[in-house]
């Protein structure tokens, strides 16, 4: 295999000694991390394959030991979860309302408070900073459902779906911010100042020179929000009180709790309804979102 390879290269020069090099086999560690990601991997992706499965399962199969289906696949199980929740289009518009909003919003507040923070001179950026941090350590959603109610209700907010669309840009808003300002810190400051030199004012700058560079950090925040608000519950429940106004996460546990006689593979078609959204957007921005990372956007 050696005097294959290296045969041309004796031909075009008669002088040169054919060197054969031992072909490198993978070392052990890198063998036994491929094997260790393999088996998260495998952890991970089962439930969602299972219940997937389940959801196109027909009622005998439902109910054996088996992995696979024996007797085919059953599709119907959608149209009947349809039927037996009449609201289910409607909270599943509710979700894709609420969850839009929220990342539009929160997106767009912490890329201008990431590039206040890091390229503009303003008083106060540490303290501001302090804040930020010192609020993600305390479990706010937990210890304020009380104050986020009464606001709410001052507000006349109050089983209304878009006003959930407040509380949820308020607490996802500072670690927005902190990823957006790790990724600001990644852009050189000369380039800052060589275009304030050359006549560009701080929205120019932004909007042609810095965002082409933190693309991948906002796609980061898009994602980060994304699923917070998808599968946000607390909130949802405490705040909405008609069914027709409740996020689709609600409804689905209001369904595994007891909404009528149930079966494994309609319950299933509803939490495939449920997650498929945000596997698919995943699916497409996780390019963007691991470069996203790695570029900085969890920078301390």
């Known amino acids: 295999m050696a005097m294959e390879t290296t045969a041309p290269i004796a031909a075009a020069h008669p002088d040169a000694v ?7 086999f993978p070392r052990w560690q890198t063998v036994a991390r491929h094997v260790v990601l393999a088996l998260f991997a495998i952890v991970i992706l089962f439930p969602i394959v299972w219940v997937l499965i389940m959801s196109v399962k027909t009622l005998p199969d439902a ?10 696949f059953d599709f119907a199980h959608y149209g009947q979860a349809l039927q037996q929740i009449d609201t289910l289009p409607r909270n599943f518009l509710n979700s894709v309302v609420v969850t839009l909003s929220t990342v539009v919003i929160t997106t767009v507040c ?3 408070a990431g590039y206040a923070l890091v390229h503009l001179s303003m008083p106060g950026k540490a ?3 302090a804040v930020l941090v010192a609020s993600m350590f305390f479990p706010t ?3 304020a459902i009380i104050a986020i109610w009464e606001v709410q209700r001052s507000l006349g907010l109050i ?3 878009w006003g959930l669309v407040f509380p949820y840009v308020t607490l996802s808003l500072a670690i927005s911010v902190f990823i957006m300002r790790g990724m600001f810190e990644t852009v050189p400051k000369e380039l800052g100042d060589a275009a304030r030199i050359d006549g560009a004012g701080p929205v120019r700058m932004l909007l042609q020179i810095m965002l082409p560079i ?13 699923v917070a608000a998808w599968g946000e519950y607390l909130l949802a429940t405490t705040l909405m009180n008609d069914l027709s106004q409740k996020t689709l996460p609600v409804v689905l546990a209001s369904a595994s709790g007891g909404m009528g006689a149930w079966v ?5 078609a509803v939490y495939v309804m449920a997650i498929l959204p945000g596997l698919v957007a995943f699916g497409i921005a996780q390019r963007w979102y691991m470069k996203g990372l790695q570029e900085g956007a969890l920078k301390a």
Do not use: D, K, M
């Open 18 to 24: 054919a060197v054969w090099t031992p072909r490198r």
């Open 63 to 72: 109910y054996q030991n088996e992995i696979w289906p024996a007797h085919g």
């Open 110 to 112: 912490a890329v201008l």
């Open 127 to 129: 303290l501001v900073l």
């Open 141 to 143: 959603r937990v210890t």
């Open 159 to 161: 089983n209304r779906t």
């Open 214 to 226: 933190v693309s991948n950090g906002i796609v980061v925040v898009i994602i980060v929000n994304f």
């Open 264 to 268: 494994w593979p309609r319950l299933a």
